[in-house]
C-alpha cells in the first residue's frame, strides 16, 4: 500500500472526552459538564458527579506521559481539542483565563519536543454552558462575537507552535443534537427550521470569521472544517430510494459546500424556501462566508442505507444519525455498520466536489476490551478486531489514494488513548491503542497500558503504511 511521504499519521482526542479537570484552573463547565448520559438523555440541572466525563481520563495530568506514547508510535500529529471554557470560563467573559493558556502552551511544547503537529479543533462539542444557560447557544448571534474572541486569543497565542486548525466538529449534527452541536439548550422538539437554520448560519459564519482571522495572524496556518462523514446509499435501485438518498446527501453538502464554496448553494436556498426558513443573513455574513477553507476534514465510522419506504427495513445504529440497515454489512458490538469502501466511497465524492485536501480526522473500532492478567510480548489487550478495522479502512484510504487520485492529507484515527465516549458518555465503549484503567462506575488507576494495537499502528507509521 501506497502513501505519499508527507502523509500525517496519528491520533485524536477531544478535551471533553479526555481531559478531566472539569474546574480545576481556573476553568468554566461546558455543556458536556452537564451531560452524564452523552446524548442518551437531556442534560442534568446540576453537575451530577458520576458523569464521567469530569475526571476523564485525567489527560490534564497525564499528558507528558501520553504524548510520549503518542511519540513512541511515530505520531506525526496529534488532533485535540481546545476547551473553549478553559479559555473563557463562560464564553462572554472579558479576559481570557492565563492558567488556560498556560496547560496548552505545555501541551504544544510537549508535541514540538517530539516534532508531533498539533490538530486543534476549535469547538468540539463543548460550547461554554454559560452560552448555552444565558443565550441558549448558537441560536444567538451574539455567539459570533464570543468565538471570534476567542479564536483570536489562541490564535495568536500560538502562533507558529499550532499550524493545523479545525472551526468546528462534526458541524452537520445541529441537525440531530443541536445541544451537542450548538450548545442549544432548548429540547429539539421545540426548536423549529427556522431557528436550526439560523443556528447553522450564525456557526456558518463563525467558522468562516475564524478562517479569515486564522489567516491574517498567521498565512503559514491551514484551516479546515469538519462534518460526520457518512457514506449514504440508496437500500435498493428503486428509483424513489435513489432520490431519496439524493435529497438526503444534499443535507449532508449543505455545510461542506458552504464551508469550501463560500456560498448558499442553488439547493440549500431552495430547501429553506421550502421549509418556510426567511435566513436572517446580513450582507456582511455573506461576504465574510467567502473565507473558505484549506482542507475539508470529517469523522467515519460507517455507512447508512437510504430508503423513501424506511418503516419497511431494520432501522441501522450509529453515534448522532441512522438509516436503515445494508444487509451486506458487519456491525460493531454497538451495532455501527462497518464498511471500509464507503470511506473509499466518500473519499472521493468529496475530491470530485471540491478538488481540495481531505483530512481524515475521526476513525476508529469503539469495542469492549479486556486486560490480560499478565503482559504478553510487551502488551495487555489483544485487540486483534480493532487492528482488522483500521486496516481494512486504511487499504481504501490507499485505493483512494493510488487508484483514484484523491489527495488525502492525513488519518487521526479517533480516541488513540481510550476516553469518554461521547454519544452513550461510557468508559467501556473503547477506540485505543493504550488502554486506560478506569471504568463505568468510575473507578480505576488511571494507569495507561500498550494494546496490541498500538504496535502495529507503530509499524504502519514506521513503514508509511507498507504493512497494510
Ligand atoms: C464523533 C465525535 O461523532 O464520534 C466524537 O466527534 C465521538 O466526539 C466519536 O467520540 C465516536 O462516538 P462515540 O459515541 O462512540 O464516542
Redesign the pocket.
Known amino acids: 500500500m501506497k502513501f505519499p511521504k508527507e502523509f500525517l499519521w496519528g491520533g485524536a482526542t477531544?478535551a471533553n472526552?479526555c481531559e478531566g479537570a472539569w474546574n480545576e484552573d481556573g476553568k468554566g463547565a461546558s455543556i458536556q459538564d452537564y451531560m452524564p448520559h452523552?446524548i442518551m438523555q437531556g442534560p442534568s440541572e446540576v453537575i451530577d458527579k458520576h458523569n464521567l466525563k469530569l475526571e476523564g481520563i485525567d489527560l490534564y495530568h497525564h499528558y507528558k506521559e501520553d504524548i510520549a506514547l503518542f511519540a513512541e508510535m511515530g505520531f506525526k500529529v496529534y488532533r485535540m481539542s481546545i476547551a473553549w471554557s478553559r479559555i473563557f470560563p463562560n464564553g462572554d467573559d472579558e479576559k481570557p483565563n492565563e492558567k488556560g493558556l498556560e496547560f496548552y502552551d505545555n501541551v504544544f511544547d510537549e508535541c514540538k519536543k517530539y516534532g508531533i503537529e498539533p490538530l486543534v479543533t476549535l469547538s468540539?462539542?463543548e460550547t461554554p454552558y454559560h452560552l448555552a444557560k444565558k443565550y441558549d447557544g448558537w441560536r444567538s448571534r451574539d455567539l459570533i462575537g464570543f468565538y471570534e474572541k476567542y479564536v483570536r486569543t489562541v490564535f495568536t497565542r500560538y502562533k507558529g507552535k499550532v499550524h493545523y486548525w479545525i472551526t468546528f466538529?462534526?458541524i452537520n449534527?445541529i441537525w440531530h443534537f443541536p445541544l451537542m452541536g450548538a450548545g442549544i439548550l432548548t429540547p429539539k422538539n421545540s426548536l423549529s427550521a427556522q431557528d436550526l437554520y439560523q443556528a447553522a448560519h450564525h456557526e456558518l459564519v463563525a467558522s468562516a470569521l475564524a478562517t479569515k482571522i486564522g489567516h491574517e495572524i498567521d498565512s503559514e496556518n491551514k484551516i479546515g472544517c469538519m462534518v460526520?462523514g457518512l457514506t449514504s446509499y440508496p437500500r435498493t435501485c428503486n428509483p424513489d430510494d435513489v432520490i431519496a438518498t439524493m435529497e438526503e446527501s444534499k443535507r449532508g453538502y449543505f455545510f461542506t459546500d458552504i464551508h469550501m464554496r463560500g456560498y448558499y448553494p442553488s439547493y440549500a436556498l431552495k430547501m429553506m424556501e421550502k421549509e418556510g426558513v426567511v435566513l436572517d443573513a446580513t450582507d456582511e455574513d455573506l461576504e465574510i462566508l467567502k473565507n473558505t477553507c484549506d482542507f475539508l476534514s470529517f469523522?467515519y465510522?460507517m455507512s447508512k442505507c437510504i430508503a423513501s419506504n424506511p418503516e419497511q427495513y431494520e432501522k441501522g445504529k450509529g453515534?448522532?444519525t441512522t438509516g436503515v440497515k445494508n444487509p451486506y454489512l458487519q456491525e460493531s458490538q454497538?451495532g455501527w455498520q462497518i464498511d471500509p469502501k464507503g470511506l473509499r466511497y466518500l473519499l472521493n465524492t468529496y475530491y470530485d466536489r471540491y478538488q481540495k485536501p481531505l483530512f481524515i480526522v475521526?476513525n476508529g473500532l469503539?469495542a469492549k476490551d479486556t486486560l490480560l492478567s499478565e503482559e504478553k510480548d510487551g502488551y495487555w489487550v489483544e485487540d486483534d478486531y480493532r487492528i482488522q478495522y483500521m486496516n481494512d479502512h486504511l487499504a481504501q484510504v490507499s485505493k483512494a489514494i493510488e487508484d483514484d487520485g484523491v489527495e488525502v492529507m492525513g488519518y487521526t484515527s479517533?480516541?488513540c488513548i481510550d476516553l469518554i465516549?461521547?454519544?452513550?458518555a461510557e468508559m467501556k465503549?473503547r477506540?485505543g491503542f493504550i488502554y486506560v484503567d478506569r471504568n463505568n462506575d468510575g473507578t480505576g488507576t488511571f494507569k495507561r497500558y500498550k494494546k496490541k494495537s498500538f504496535y502495529w499502528y507503530k509499524n504502519v507509521i514506521e513503514t508509511n503504511g507498507k504493512i497494510i
Open positions: 477531544a472526552q452523552g468540539h462539542y466538529n462534526e449534527s460526520l469523522s465510522y453515534n448522532l454497538w475521526e469503539g479517533w480516541g465516549s461521547a454519544s452513550t465503549k477506540y
